[in-house]
């Protein structure tokens, strides 16, 4: 029960007073805490829906044992409540309801009174029935636009906030390394500048909103052998270090993110949930984080069961104490009971459950957990975290501002691959729209969107939100619009593509829907646990574009999937190519927009294209070596470069400048012009490139440093003047210390990863020298009119 507070009580606990340092405040609670109570801040508890005040039934472990009753755990108090709201479909006003009656439950009783931080997954966006679907990850790579993704973050944790959750488990912060992955789809790009900038922008926006951003999965889980989901990491220390490692270290440094979570996979067969040089001396040792760690669902059960590096779930709760996982999700196992003995037993110290504690502490501390209930009801953000005073005003989680960003996230990300002047489709053409997801709402969903996640299994559920389809996008921009249906994704007949082919031969135009449905552990082609064998179209795909390509009816094809796929032989043959990647609830639109000619495509490629399914990975940061070469018949050569994206108009670069030398520690300027030659107007995103020729370890054949979006007016140009620090040279030297070698450095401006027209190069002069924390982590870049 909760302590009673008189003058005399508060006076004593220092805690709860919110003026003290918060350092202060923690270890005040913590010298009051039982073991018990200590281990109560590690456990996650996952609920099986209930309605309030009815029973609540634990979900069930991966371990397939019962889990412990939450009425047993409560009297020690809770660390967490794992998706009230995102495991079955819920308005919001009963999941708030919902969260408010357990967040009572666990603050009343436990002695002092503490709520549970409620966390929710929120990677396209707040991931519950009838909140807005924004475009998954890759699509916010397209956008090359870190401030849009800022302020989609910050409208996601707006809506979190309000409904009384505390953390949200994004963004993903892993490296694209190969697209058979599954969970490319999660992923924001192949670059780790890219993928740092952008997902620093996706945390800030979070943190600001008031919840706890979670970059995942760390580290290495994206560069699994073959693509495969949980298989083990083969990458070395350097690779690991400065393409693995590295966007997370500027989402702690310059994002704020208050947790992290740990991978599934394994390094050189030491298990991240294991790894004390990961977790510890790496995460807090080198990039100084100072939050919560916490695991991935069932991550420190997988110890014993997968990894099998544990004997018993105590053995497994000792591994992930001591590497510092600070929380067991989703629901406590190997932290509860098993630890405890462990402790008492004197195996583990107590100073390892007074470390998690108090990291766990700290950030309820942060999250207003620990100050004193004022009774007041609904705050500014939402209902009180500790579940007190009335129920809050209705809550709007899809309003109109929301999809209005939504739809401008999508109409940035669309990408235009290819286009002999087919597109924009003039009006007074017939056209015909086929394929699999022409008229598939599931076509703009990744699998982290609730309809997918949860409402697969659900089919007679509604979709909660609005989700076009486009079909009927197209047909708006279009109303003479002819559409033939032509199977599912992975099951079009041999009746269905006759059909679409005999439509397309006597239309102007065909537009041909092709790609993913997103779905988990092999129910779907793209998402957790949905690898490919090759990048090949799903189903009978490519078979049905064939068909349609062999009427000679100018062809566009439209890709909406969660990776890039092979499409060499049909893209040669296509008057088009467009590429979406999950764009979410207002995606159609966007897409049909670019088909009209309404909206201007400005997106960009963050993930190569391969021009062969069965091909080695073909990501642009690759070594000389590893590049295409006489000496091997396999070419890594893309279809479609990263950085690639075509407009209505065309760009023309030049007037490079760059400055001669600099001091190791010092900087120089890039400068070049850029100017629109066509008759419309247009958004390019010029891009800067950095080789080092010569070097102590094989680095590169050239990496992203910086880039800007920029919008021009036909016959407008502008200057862009990148600011490029030493620092942003630096690499893992042979030592495995990151230094800045002197000596020459190439420079390529341009439109994509392989069209840089312009190329010059600069000096470093004076030693290589070592980098410390506060090394230069971006290259600012300024444009003006030229």
């Not at 949980?230 to 993110?257: H, N, S, Y």
């Not at 030659?677 to 010029?686: H, M, N």
Request: hydrophobic share 45%.
């Amino acid at each position: 029960m909760t302590e009673a507070l008189t003058p005399a009580t508060a006076a004593a606990q220092r805690w709860r007073d919110p003026a003290l340092p918060v350092a202060d405040r923690v270890a005040d609670l913590l010298s009051r805490m039982t073991p018990e109570e200590k281990a109560g801040q590690l456990a996650g508890f996952w609920a099986m829906p209930a309605e309030p005040g009815e029973p609540v039934a634990p979900m069930e472990d991966d371990s397939h044992e019962s889990a412990p009753a939450l009425d047993d755990l409560l009297p020690h108090g809770l660390g967490q409540l794992t998706r009230v709201f995102g495991t079955a479909p819920v308005t919001a006003a009963e999941g708030a309801a919902r969260l408010r009656d357990l967040q009572r439950r666990v603050a009343a009783a436990n002695r002092f009174g503490i709520p549970a931080i409620a966390h929710e997954e929120c990677l396209n966006g707040f991931m519950t029935w009838g909140a807005t679907v924004f475009p998954s990850p890759p699509a916010w790579g397209a956008t090359f636009d870190p401030e849009l993704v800022g302020e989609m973050a910050a409208a996601i944790g707006a809506s979190m906030r309000a409904a009384g959750v505390h953390q949200g488990l994004a963004p993903v912060l892993d490296v694209v390394r190969d697209a058979r992955w599954g969970r490319t789809e999660e992923c924001i790009g192949e670059d780790p500048q890219l993928v740092a900038v952008l997902g620093t922008a996706y945390v800030r926006g979070l943190e600001r909103s008031g919840i706890a951003a979670t970059p995942k999965h760390f580290a290495g889980y994206s560069a699994s052998r073959a693509g495969r989901n949980m298989a083990p990491t083969p990458v070395g220390p350097r690779e690991f270090a400065d393409v693995i490692v590295e966007p997370f270290v500027m989402a702690l440094r310059e994002g704020g993110a208050r947790s992290v979570m740990h991978s599934y996979t394994d390094v050189d067969g030491v298990p991240a949930a294991a790894d004390g040089r990961l977790l510890t001396d790496l995460l807090r040792g080198e990039l100084g984080f100072t939050g919560a760690v916490v695991s991935d669902y069932f991550g420190i059960s997988f110890l014993e069961s997968r990894h099998r590096v544990a004997g018993s779930r105590g053995e497994a709760g000792e591994l992930a104490l001591r590497a510092g996982i600070d929380i067991e999700l989703p629901t406590v196992r190997c932290y509860g009971e098993a630890l405890l003995e462990r402790v008492r037993r004197g195996d583990v110290p107590g100073e390892l459950l007074d470390r998690a504690a108090a990291r766990v502490l700290t950030l309820k501390a942060g999250l207003g957990l620990l100050d004193e209930p004022s009774g007041e009801g609904a705050t500014p953000d939402g209902p009180r975290p500790d579940g007190d005073g009335p129920a809050p005003a209705p809550l709007d989680l899809d309003p109109p501002a929301h999809r209005d960003l939504a739809r401008r996230v999508a109409e940035e990300s669309v990408v235009l691959l290819a286009n002999d002047g087919t597109l924009p489709l003039a009006g007074g053409r017939d056209v015909v729209l086929t394929g699999p997801l022409a008229d598939d709402p599931a076509a703009m969903l990744g699998c982290y969107t609730f309809p997918a996640h949860v409402g697969r299994h659900r089919p007679e559920l509604p979709l909660g939100v609005e989700i076009p389809t486009l079909v009927g996008a197209l047909r708006a921009e279009l109303p003479d619009l002819t559409v033939v249906p032509s199977g599912d994704v992975l099951a079009a007949s041999d009746a269905d593509i006759a059909a679409a082919a005999a439509a397309a031969r006597d239309a102007g135009a065909a537009v041909v829907a092709l790609g993913d449905r997103a779905g988990l552990f092999g129910r779907g082609t793209s998402g957790e646990g949905c690898d490919a064998e090759t990048l090949a179209l799903p189903g009978r795909q490519r078979d049905l574009a064939d068909a349609v390509l062999a009427t000679g009816t100018p062809t566009v094809l439209v890709l909406m999937s969660g990776r890039p796929y092979a499409i060499e032989d049909l893209a040669e043959r296509a008057a088009a190519v467009v590429q979406a990647f999950f764009p979410g609830e207002e995606g159609a639109g966007a897409v049909a927009g670019v088909l009209s000619g309404r909206v201007e495509p400005s997106g960009r490629m963050p993930i190569s294209v391969p021009r062969r399914a069965s091909g080695p990975p073909v990501t642009y940061l690759r070594s000389k070596m590893d590049g295409p070469h006489d000496w091997s018949a396999v070419s890594p050569a893309p279809l479609f470069p990263f950085g690639h994206g075509l407009t209505w108009t065309r760009f023309e670069y030049s007037d490079l400048r760059v400055d001669e030398r600099a001091r190791t520690d010092g900087s120089v300027t890039v400068r070049a012009v850029v100017r629109n030659t066509g008759d419309r107007p247009g958004t390019e995103v010029v891009q800067l490139y950095l080789a080092d020729p010569v070097a102590s370890v094989v680095r590169p054949a050239r990496s992203l440093a910086g880039w800007a979006r920029i919008r021009l007016e036909p016959g407008g140009a502008a200057r862009v003047a990148f600011t490029v620090h030493a620092d942003r040279t630096a690499f893992t030297g042979a030592d495995l210390r990151r230094i800045v070698e002197p000596g020459a450095i190439e420079v390529m401006v341009g439109g994509s990863s392989e069209d840089l027209p312009l190329r010059g190069a600069f000096t470093l002069d004076g030693p290589v020298r070592a980098l410390g924390a506060d090394r230069v982590l971006t290259v600012p870049a300024e444009v003006v009119p030229a």
